[in-house]
């Protein structure tokens, strides 16, 4: 199994709403890599879900329901989309902050890469941020 983090403005979509839906499409991918990142997902893979913008924090995990298929929002057949299925809100919310002050995390694709919407992260951040989330991995 894999992990990963998706970004959401919390504006645009939100964890209540992914909680209210249950299962959503992860539409509106449009960077390269982001998209790269959907297609290598597995069903049953878990993932933090993100609030991005003025909040940043992991809330809650998804697990992915449905693996990588043709976005319906994007006109070009090459863009994709996952379903995610809304899991477990967090114990307690991990802000950027957090993730910044913890030296095991300074390797996170959220740090180094921060305007991508969508990550993988290693099985020991997995673990780490689960910790820190008040989650069991």
Request: some cysteine; hydrophobic content about 40%.
């Amino acid at each position: 199994m894999n992990h990963w983090l998706v970004k959401s403005e919390p504006a645009s979509w939100s964890w209540s709403d992914q909680v209210r839906d249950g299962t959503t499409a992860w539409t509106g991918v449009r960077n390269h890599q982001a998209a790269n990142y959907l297609k290598a997902m597995r069903l049953g893979d878990t993932v933090f879900f993100y609030h991005s913008v003025e909040e940043k924090r992991i809330v809650g995990v998804v697990e992915v329901a449905r693996e990588a298929y043709p976005d319906p929002t994007a006109e070009d057949p090459r863009w994709v989309c996952v379903d995610l299925k809304a899991v477990m809100p967090v114990a307690r919310p991990v802000t950027l902050a957090d993730i910044k002050a913890e030296p095991r995390l300074a390797e996170l694709p959220l740090l180094k890469q921060s305007r991508l919407s969508v990550m993988p992260i290693d099985p020991f951040s997995w673990s780490t941020l689960c910790r820190m989330a008040g989650v069991t991995p």
